[in-house]
């Protein structure tokens, strides 16, 4: 094996009949409450509130009867600029969420609904913008 492929010896090895379990949670949703210190460049998702914005999501999400969803606090999922930052497994769709308001349309369109919320979605390419 050379220095090329050793990084990837896993994905080599699996059979290609092989499948993936079932979900273990229909929606894993990730909410970034890393803090920097004040006066950080990039600054950080809970100086605008992300810590809050995730312990109303859960509550939110109980009081929606979502059992099969699982709200977890993360650390920096480095699009610190765009924060708060949350991310929806299995879809990989990740949203900027800057109020209680923003987090029950995320909880009602996107996990409840199956739908997306485009005024919140960020996209694969979206930078912040220059300040
Ligand atoms: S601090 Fe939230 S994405 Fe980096």
Same mark, same amino acid.
């Given at each position: 094996?050379?220095?090329?492929?050793?990084?990837?010896?896993?994905?080599?090895?699996?059979?290609?009949?092989?499948?993936?379990?079932?979900?273990?949670?229909?929606?894993?949703?990730?909410?970034?409450?890393?803090?920097?210190?004040?006066?950080?460049?990039?600054?950080?998702?809970?100086?605008?509130?992300?810590?809050?914005?995730?312990?109303?999501?859960?509550?939110? =999400?109980?009081?929606?009867?979502?059992?099969? +969803?699982? !709200?977890?606090?993360? %650390?920096?999922?480095? #699009?610190?600029? &765009?924060? *708060?930052?949350?991310?929806?497994?299995?879809?990989?769709?990740?949203?900027?969420?800057?109020?209680? =308001?923003?987090?029950?349309?995320?909880?009602? +369109?996107? !996990?409840?609904?199956? %739908?997306?919320?485009? #005024?919140?979605? &960020?996209? *694969?390419?979206?930078?912040?913008?220059?300040?």
């Amino acid at each position: 094996m050379d220095n090329d492929t050793k990084s990837f010896s896993g994905v080599g090895n699996r059979d290609a009949d092989a499948t993936d379990p079932a979900l273990y949670y229909r929606a894993h949703i990730f909410c970034c409450t890393n803090r920097r210190p004040a006066g950080h460049p990039r600054g950080c998702c809970a100086e605008r509130g992300s810590e809050e914005l995730r312990d109303y999501m859960k509550e939110q =999400a109980k009081k929606l009867g979502l059992k099969d +969803v699982r !709200v977890n606090a993360a %650390g920096c999922l480095d #699009r610190c600029e &765009l924060g *708060p930052c949350v991310v929806i497994y299995p879809e990989g769709v990740w949203y900027s969420v800057h109020s209680k =308001a923003d987090v029950d349309e995320v909880l009602n +369109v996107h !996990v409840k609904q199956g %739908g997306r919320v485009q #005024r919140l979605m &960020l996209q *694969p390419d979206q930078r912040p913008p220059k300040g």
